[in-house]
């Protein structure tokens, strides 16, 4: 039963993970993509045809124009389609049918937070371009200079995995949250994060199963990324209900 405002915990409490939670996540998500093809098949496609169109147009403009692209586009439709594909999930583990009108609908009422969720990563992503501008100023690396390329790459690297390192925690459980809860976003990040940090293991090796699966998809020409991104979605959706106990929280009907 849900509590009311005045006596829910600031952070949503978390478990603690095994090891091998990743790979029962993916299992679950499977037997989801399976029990909605069709469905899955609609969101995979545009997932795809979004990534083919953005890919080619950022790459016809040149390389500062991909950032642009990147940022102003598919960042703010991105967090959309997860709720979408969330919505399956949830429907299936509730014991009925999900439908793309259902999806639709969980994507009108949680727009506002998907919108903050979508800001908060677009600030993360400029400062992260930011950050590997000021490298590049800092320390520029001459033909030759293999102490400069040295120090470039390894503070490039280390920026890098501090920014993607955010990122991921940040947006690990956050969406799947909004999608199941009355939450606002700022409680979903924060706890999202707590999650991450209480399990560190074993979201590193889901973070790592995430980029491999994903380089797979882009791998495939774009194809692959029809099974893979719904899949991943209904295994976040799966990893969100195992770790976080939201029940303090009142259901999106």
């Known amino acids: 039963m849900s509590e009311s405002a005045d006596t829910r915990p600031f952070v949503v409490p978390c478990t603690t993970l095994r090891l091998d939670a990743p790979q029962r996540w993916l299992r679950l998500g499977w ?3 399976r029990h909605a093809p069709r469905l899955s098949a609609t969101f995979g496609v545009t997932i795809m045809l979004l990534s083919v169109a953005i890919s080619a147009f950022a790459w016809s403009l040149g390389r500062f124009a991909l950032l642009a692209t990147l940022l ?3 960042v703010f439709i991105a967090p959309l389609l997860a709720v979408g594909l969330y919505c399956v999930s949830r429907e299936l583990e ?4 999900p439908t793309l009108s259902d999806s639709f609908t969980l994507v009108r009422r949680v727009v506002g937070q998907a919108g903050v969720f979508a800001l908060a990563l677009l600030i993360i ?3 992260w371009s930011r950050a590997g501008m000021m490298v590049s100023a800092f320390f520029p690396v001459q033909s030759g200079e293999w102490d400069s390329l040295v120090d470039y790459l390894a503070l490039g690297s280390l920026f890098g995995a501090i920014f993607a390192s955010l990122t991921f925690a940040t947006a690990a459980f956050s969406l799947p949250m909004i999608a199941d809860r009355d939450v606002d976003m700022i409680t979903a990040c924060i706890s999202s994060v707590n999650a991450v940090l209480r399990n560190k293991k074993v979201m590193l090796l889901w973070a790592a199963l995430i980029v491999l699966l994903t380089i797979i998809g882009f791998a495939t020409a774009f194809i692959g990324l029809i099974v893979i991104m719904p ?5 976040a959706w799966h990893g969100y209900r195992e770790t976080l106990d939201a029940s303090s929280w009142p259901h999106l009907d």
């Open 31 to 33: 037997q989801d993509l």
């Open 72 to 74: 102003s586009g598919f």
């Open 94 to 97: 509730a014991g009925r049918t």
């Open 125 to 127: 992503l400029l400062l």
């Open 231 to 235: 899949w991943l979605a209904y295994a």
